[in-house]
Each structure stands twice: as structure tokens, then as C-alpha cells.
């Protein structure tokens, strides 16, 4: 076993940097995390957490690597590189904010950033290299997960729902644990938290058409606290015509999406349809927002075979009234930030890295096949190891 490795899987508790780049392209977020234990044993502290926005060059360089037909081999090359060293560099701000040096950290998780996902072609590409992050920060790095699980028949994807069923699996009630994020995403856990039980998947579009209809008028990059969708009204006849044009929605589970299918000239088709329809700015908005909200409903009655007990949200859309009450509208019932089980909205899926981080050193299978379809459990993820010259920070 590799040195570095073993004195990881010796220690009964480490602490780990999770690293999150996800649809949303709204910059870094890192989670500094104590973690004693593996799998259902698994307690997690997060400990500091920040998100390093992109600049707006960032933002746009990657937004076109996500768009098809966008990208260069040579600009997919040049920026695989300049976000590891980003993200290299976004931990060790993180752990300078903390208090923290490189030495006193074990590890580092990186999901990296999502460019193309196209599961019913068996492949991903996940960029921010691994052996930049390792050696702009001297530690470990673990990452490039989606591969691993796909080679095996599965989604890639969703990843999440392998941690919500180690932290937030309960004996007492079912629970939906919903994300709303770029993408939106939902973890179904029965009473019990059986692993043949759990169902997970996404739901549709979270933030990102919101987010792209925004940008197309001009008024910033999201919508912030849902004030402009706040000031509409949804239309029915908008709504409908999403529903009837979205081929993602009754697709059967375990399936995953992006913005391979939420694009800028699918926002730009509604918002067209919408206008025709006589509807202001911000009525489009707060359809768009209700067609969030209607497809996590719609999945979780769909693609759920039990009932929901409780409902638990995190990511971007939990900040959002208007969204939370639609939501609320869709399920026929509150849900509540994710806080109440003691996880902040916002730090989740850095955290949830860190943990997948620590399964794959401990060489435990990761993934929950029932959400991605695999044909097995898998271990999923890739390790760079920083050289013994290699210092934090070089």
C-alpha cells in the first residue's frame, strides 16, 4: 500500500478539503471537514467552508467549454490545466482562512468541473487537474469519479445519494433530500435507509435557465433571493409549454442530465414563447422557477415507489423564497433547508466530495448503483500524488 495512503486509512479521524465545481458556474466551493469513520459509521464536522466566484472571463471561458461545439481540443487542454491550478490554489485560501497549513490537512476531494456528461454514451469529461491540485497543495488528491461507475453501465451520476443514505438515512421517517443546484437532483430515502431501496436522480433544470434568462436580459447572473420571479406571476400556459417539450422529465430513473439539454438557446426558446404569450420578464421567471419545482414534484411522485415522509433541500435553490414555496406547492408538503439535519445548504456537496474522498482511500465501493444504474458497486475516483519536492503552494 502506498505510504501516503496507509497513514490516511490509519488515522480514526482525518480532515479533508471537499472541492465542488458544479452547473451553476458560479465559482469554487470548499469544504474543510473532519471526518471519523467510514461508511454508515461516517460522522462528518464541517469545520470552514467558502466559495471563490469566478471572474467573468472564467465564467464565460467555461461556459462555452459546456456548450456543444464550443470548445478546441487545445482550449479544453489549457483549461483543464488553469482550473487544477485554481482549485489548487482555492484550498489553500480556504486553509489559510481556517487557520490551517497544508500539513495539518490529509487529503484533498475533487469533483472538478462537468464540460460534457452523455450517459447514454457511456461517457464524461470532468476537468481541473488532478496532479496541478496535488501539486499546488503538497497533499493527495483524490478525484475524477463519474469514469469509475460508468465503465460499469452506470449514469456517472448522481453522486450525492451514496452519502445522503451514510448521513441522513433514518429509522423513524422516509425522507426526500432534494438539491437544487444548477441541475436539479433528488436522493429518496426509505425508512430504514436500505441500500436496494434508495432511488436517486435528476429532476430537471435547477438554477440554470433561470440563471441563463438573467444574463440574457441583462439583469446580473441569477436571481437573487427570487425577487424578479417575486414580481411575476407563473403562467400555465408557459408552464405547459415546457412540460410538453422537455423529453428529460418521464424518462425513467436513473438518468442524468446538464447543460448539454438546459442550454442558453433553450432559456432563449422560452423566453420568446413567453413573450409571445403577452407574459412580462419577470412572469417568465417565476415560470421558469415553477418548472423546477413542478419536475422535482413530478419525479418524486413518478419515480419514487414509496412515500415521502420528510423533505430536505440544499444547494442554491434553498435561498430562494419564491422557489421554496413553489416547491412546497409542487410536493404538497414543506420542505425544509437541509440545516435542520445539521448540514449547511450550501457547503453539502463539497462535504458530500470529502466523504467519497475518504471512502475511495479506505478502498470502499462509492457509488449507490441503484441511483446510477451500474451493473455493481464501484470504486470510483483517481489519486495524484504530489512528488516529495513538491511544497504547498508551489
Given at each position: 500500500?502506498?505510504?501516503a495512503?496507509?497513514?490516511?486509512?490509519?488515522k480514526?479521524e482525518?480532515?479533508?478539503?471537499?472541492?465542488?465545481?458544479?452547473?451553476?458556474?458560479?465559482?469554487?466551493?470548499v469544504?474543510?471537514?473532519?471526518i471519523?469513520g467510514?461508511?454508515r459509521?461516517?460522522?462528518?464536522e464541517?469545520?470552514h467552508f467558502?466559495?471563490l466566484p469566478y471572474?467573468?472571463?472564467?465564467r464565460?471561458?467555461l461556459?462555452r467549454?459546456?456548450?456543444?461545439?464550443?470548445a478546441d481540443?487545445?482550449?479544453?487542454?489549457?483549461?483543464?490545466?488553469?482550473?487544477?491550478?485554481r482549485i489548487?490554489h482555492?484550498?489553500?485560501?480556504?486553509?489559510?482562512?481556517?487557520g490551517?497549513?497544508?500539513?495539518?490537512?490529509d487529503f484533498?476531494s475533487?469533483?472538478?468541473?462537468?464540460?460534457h456528461?452523455?450517459p447514454e454514451?457511456g461517457c464524461?469529461?470532468q476537468i481541473?487537474?488532478?496532479?496541478?491540485?496535488a501539486?499546488?497543495?503538497?497533499?493527495?488528491?483524490?478525484?475524477?469519479?463519474?469514469?469509475?461507475?460508468?465503465?460499469?453501465g452506470g449514469e456517472g451520476a448522481?453522486f450525492?445519494?451514496?452519502?445522503?443514505?451514510?448521513?441522513y438515512a433514518?429509522?423513524?421517517a422516509?425522507r426526500?433530500?432534494?438539491?437544487i443546484?444548477?441541475i436539479g437532483?433528488?436522493?429518496a430515502?426509505p425508512?430504514g435507509g436500505?441500500?436496494?431501496g434508495l432511488?436517486?436522480?435528476?429532476t430537471?433544470p435547477g438554477n440554470v435557465?433561470?440563471?441563463?434568462?438573467m444574463?440574457?436580459?441583462g439583469?446580473g447572473?441569477f436571481?437573487e433571493?427570487?425577487?424578479?420571479?417575486a414580481r411575476g406571476?407563473p403562467s400555465?400556459?408557459?408552464?405547459d409549454?415546457m412540460?410538453?417539450?422537455?423529453?428529460?422529465l418521464?424518462?425513467?430513473a436513473p438518468?442524468s442530465?446538464?447543460?448539454?439539454?438546459?442550454?442558453?438557446?433553450?432559456a432563449?426558446?422560452?423566453?420568446?414563447?413567453g413573450?409571445?404569450l403577452?407574459?412580462?420578464?419577470p412572469?417568465v421567471?417565476?415560470?421558469?422557477?415553477?418548472?423546477?419545482a413542478?419536475?422535482?414534484?413530478?419525479?418524486?411522485?413518478t419515480?419514487?415507489p414509496?412515500p415521502?415522509?420528510?423533505?430536505?433541500?440544499?444547494g442554491g435553490?434553498a435561498?430562494?423564497p419564491?422557489?421554496m414555496?413553489?416547491?412546497?406547492h409542487h410536493?404538497?408538503a414543506e420542505a425544509?433547508?437541509l440545516e435542520?439535519?445539521?448540514?449547511?445548504v450550501?457547503a453539502?456537496?463539497?462535504?458530500?466530495?470529502a466523504?467519497l474522498?475518504n471512502?475511495?482511500?479506505?478502498?470502499?465501493f462509492?457509488?449507490?448503483r441503484?441511483?446510477t444504474?451500474?451493473d455493481?458497486?464501484?470504486l470510483?475516483?483517481?489519486?495524484?500524488l504530489?512528488s516529495?519536492s513538491?511544497?504547498?503552494?508551489?
Amino acid at each position: 500500500m502506498i505510504e501516503a495512503v496507509r497513514r490516511i486509512v490509519e488515522k480514526k479521524e482525518v480532515l479533508a478539503a471537499g472541492v465542488m465545481s458544479g452547473t451553476s458556474l458560479d465559482g469554487i466551493d470548499v469544504a474543510l471537514c473532519r471526518i471519523a469513520g467510514v461508511g454508515r459509521d461516517t460522522r462528518i464536522e464541517v469545520l470552514h467552508f467558502i466559495t471563490l466566484p469566478y471572474s467573468d472571463r472564467e465564467r464565460e471561458d467555461l461556459l462555452r467549454l459546456c456548450t456543444p461545439g464550443g470548445a478546441d481540443v487545445a482550449a479544453l487542454c489549457r483549461a483543464n490545466k488553469a482550473l487544477g491550478v485554481r482549485i489548487g490554489h482555492a484550498v489553500l485560501e480556504a486553509l489559510s482562512g481556517a487557520g490551517l497549513r497544508p500539513a495539518d490537512v490529509d487529503f484533498v476531494s475533487s469533483h472538478g468541473q462537468t464540460v460534457h456528461h452523455a450517459p447514454e454514451e457511456g461517457c464524461t469529461l470532468q476537468i481541473g487537474e488532478l496532479a496541478d491540485i496535488a501539486a499546488v497543495t503538497g497533499l493527495p488528491t483524490v478525484g475524477d469519479f463519474r469514469p469509475s461507475d460508468m465503465a460499469y453501465g452506470g449514469e456517472g451520476a448522481p453522486f450525492v445519494p451514496f452519502v445522503d443514505r451514510l448521513l441522513y438515512a433514518s429509522d423513524r421517517a422516509s425522507r426526500l433530500l432534494i438539491n437544487i443546484g444548477g441541475i436539479g437532483n433528488v436522493t429518496a430515502l426509505p425508512q430504514g435507509g436500505a441500500a436496494d431501496g434508495l432511488r436517486a436522480f435528476d429532476t430537471g433544470p435547477g438554477n440554470v435557465l433561470i440563471d441563463s434568462l438573467m444574463k440574457i436580459h441583462g439583469d446580473g447572473d441569477f436571481d437573487e433571493d427570487g425577487r424578479t420571479a417575486a414580481r411575476g406571476a407563473p403562467s400555465q400556459e408557459l408552464l405547459d409549454f415546457m412540460i410538453g417539450r422537455d423529453a428529460f422529465l418521464p424518462r425513467p430513473a436513473p438518468k442524468s442530465t446538464g447543460r448539454e439539454l438546459y442550454t442558453v438557446e433553450y432559456a432563449e426558446r422560452v423566453l420568446r414563447h413567453g413573450e409571445g404569450l403577452g407574459l412580462t420578464f419577470p412572469d417568465v421567471v417565476a415560470t421558469v422557477t415553477d418548472f423546477t419545482a413542478y419536475a422535482i414534484g413530478f419525479s418524486a411522485r413518478t419515480h419514487v415507489p414509496f412515500p415521502i415522509d420528510e423533505f430536505y433541500v440544499s444547494g442554491g435553490g434553498a435561498h430562494n423564497p419564491f422557489m421554496m414555496r413553489r416547491l412546497a406547492h409542487h410536493l404538497g408538503a414543506e420542505a425544509y433547508p437541509l440545516e435542520r439535519l445539521g448540514m449547511s445548504v450550501d457547503a453539502k456537496e463539497a462535504a458530500a466530495f470529502a466523504i467519497l474522498g475518504n471512502e475511495f482511500l479506505h478502498g470502499r465501493f462509492n457509488n449507490a448503483r441503484s441511483a446510477t444504474g451500474a451493473d455493481r458497486d464501484v470504486l470510483m475516483g483517481k489519486l495524484a500524488l504530489p512528488s516529495p519536492s513538491a511544497g504547498a503552494g508551489s
